[in-house]
């Protein structure tokens, strides 16, 4: 069984920064491809961004590119997301999850396992 927590969620307003951290308590980490996707109250969960096995892909959904980084450090069984430029439309609950295949996917069905999410709230 795979257990994923995400920390670094808060409060930010408009232009500002954060990045989220979720760990992941699984011997094969780096096995695994990872996403984060996220849920605005009242909307679907919808992709973000997603990073393979062995860092050589990632991919970002379009509302992100160029304003979120995602990467993994495998020796710490730990993937990031770098946040900037933020705006209101960014507050939603961010989850973490992983994917035992390895494969870099937007399909939030792909997905193995998940995260119990972190609040990400942008002011204006």
């Known amino acids: 069984q795979v257990q994923l927590v995400e920390s670094g969620g808060g409060l930010v307003q408009a232009g500002g920064s954060l990045r989220l951290s979720c760990a992941a308590s699984?011997?094969?980490?780096?096995?695994?491809?990872m996403g984060w996707f996220r849920q605005a109250p009242g909307k679907e969960r919808e992709f973000v961004a997603a990073i393979s096995w062995n860092v050589g892909d990632t991919y970002y959904a379009d509302s992100v590119k160029g304003r979120f980084t995602i990467s993994r450090d495998n020796a710490k069984n730990t993937v990031y997301l770098q946040m900037n430029s933020l705006n209101p439309d960014d507050t939603a609950v961010y989850y973490c999850?992983?994917?035992?295949?390895?494969?870099?996917?937007?399909?939030?069905?792909?997905?193995?396992?998940w995260g119990q999410g972190t609040q990400v709230t942008v002011s204006s």
């Open positions: 999850a992983a994917d035992r295949f390895g494969a870099v996917g937007a399909n939030s069905k792909d997905y193995d396992y």
């Open positions: 699984v011997r094969t980490f780096s096995s695994y491809a």
